[in-house]
């Protein structure tokens, strides 16, 4: 018997992101989601190296992975219709866990039961935390981008989603915008390294 689970999850690569804006360069959930396993295993180490914590690095790697795995089947509702109010937010909730469900299905039970928690993981734990502001970071870091090539389209989104991110008074945040988000408004130019 075959199972579609990774035959599904490998079509990531169609969902695109910010549907309702105009952009400089299209990004889908994929890319998207290889982004926030980076930043969410950047902010993990923080915490444990310079905060002195013991989050599960791992574990937010894995979290980061799999976090817009439910969109193969419900595509990416934009933030704010996602948010619009409590009832489409609790309906989507909805949406997203049957999806995971379905997905889990496609799976053979030992394999099922292994990716359950990536999938549906831990919403009161640290590490479930840092992959939501993981994931906040990369939107603010697509929104510098974009205004970086001069798209005022993302002028608004930048401002919320920054703020959004200092309301989470996480250090490892504060930490990773003072020393690594300036780079980001950097050029090749300036980013080269001396190779």
Known sequence: MAYNFYAFLDRMKYIRR????????????????????????ALAIINNKVFGGNVDADKCVLYA???ESSEVMTGDLPTPIKYFNNSIHGAYKSLEDRACDTLLEMLPDELANELSPCLKPDTTSKEYALVKAADRL????????????????????????????????LPEVEYFFEKFVPSFLLTLDELDGGI
Do not use: P, T
């Not at 910010?18 to 295993?41: D, P, T």
């Not at 603010?140 to 008074?169: M, Q, T, V």
């Open 65 to 67: 992975i799999y976090h």
């Open 18 to 41: 910010w549907s309702l804006m105009r952009s400089v360069r299209e990004e889908n959930i994929m890319e998207h989601s290889q982004q926030v396993a980076l930043f969410s295993h």
């Open 138 to 169: 990369s939107a603010y870091i697509k929104c510098l981008e974009e205004l970086k090539c001069g798209n005022k389209e993302f002028e608004k989104a930048k401002k919320s989603i920054e703020e959004d991110l200092h309301a989470r008074n």
